[in-house]
């Protein structure tokens, strides 16, 4: 009877990533649908982050295609509920360095957003690329497609979604610039960045759950611990 590492030793590579395919869990874009109320008005908002798209885990194309139809058929999921503004807490792609493939499913996407009336308001994940106010987005058109929906950076900006809803956008950064920072009174602050008392390792960049702006925002909206 063969051992357990013979009997791996016996598998091919394609079976052995096959396995690490079926054993992987399938890629799942967090989604919450939210109401956030104002002294008068009510905008309704679907949450969603770390999609990475792009991502070909375990060198395999299928695994591409997996993270993209999950991201598609999220937007689907967001419009058949009626809600037609999205936040993304960053990481919506994998890699800062985009393949045409990518940038293609960007475009398509961000055109199919438009054709819906529907607008993605997202900041830079650690994966994004861009820093400094620079996104993805203007890879995929931007404003020059549609100055009112699509996807579009709030990095670094706050803006008003409805008559009252206020959602500040703040990007992956240091530690330390983001503990200078001065929160206004939003209703939503849009991050993209570890905890520390959430993970089990010593992070650089890892906030405390006291650094956050949980006495000026009704929400902090956390990406980057899945």
């Not at 395999?60 to 999950?70: G, K, T």
């Not at 937007?75 to 990518?102: F, Y």
């Not at 293609?104 to 993605?120: A, F, K």
Request: aromatic share 8%; proline share 4%; with cysteine.
């Amino acid at each position: 009877m063969p051992t357990s590492t013979e009997t791996v030793l016996s598998k091919s590579m394609d079976e052995l990533l096959e396995d690490l395919t079926e054993a992987a869990s399938p890629p799942q874009t967090h989604m919450e649908s939210l109401t956030t109320s104002c002294d008068a008005g009510i905008a309704r908002l679907a949450w969603i982050g770390d999609a990475h798209l792009g991502y070909r885990q375990y060198g395999l194309d299928r695994r591409y295609e997996d993270f993209s139809r999950a991201l598609w058929l999220t937007l689907e999921d967001i419009h058949k509920d009626g809600i037609r503004n999205v936040i993304n807490s960053g990481d919506l792609l994998h890699t800062n360095r985009l393949d045409a493939r990518t940038v293609n499913d960007l475009r398509r996407l961000n055109q199919w957003l438009v054709e819906h009336e529907m607008s993605v308001y997202t900041i830079n994940g650690n994966h994004d690329p861009g820093s400094d106010g620079v996104c993805w987005v203007d890879a995929v058109g931007g404003a020059a497609v549609s100055r009112d929906y699509g996807f579009k950076s709030i990095d670094g900006r706050t803006v008003t979604i409805g008559d009252h809803t206020t959602i500040m956008g703040v990007g992956f950064s240091s530690a330390e610039h983001i503990r200078a920072m001065k929160f206004p009174k939003v209703d939503v602050v849009l991050m993209h960045q570890p905890v520390q008392e959430f993970i089990d390792f010593e992070c650089p960049f890892a906030l405390c759950v006291a650094d956050l702006p949980l006495t000026t925002s009704k929400l902090v909206a956390l990406g980057d611990i899945h």
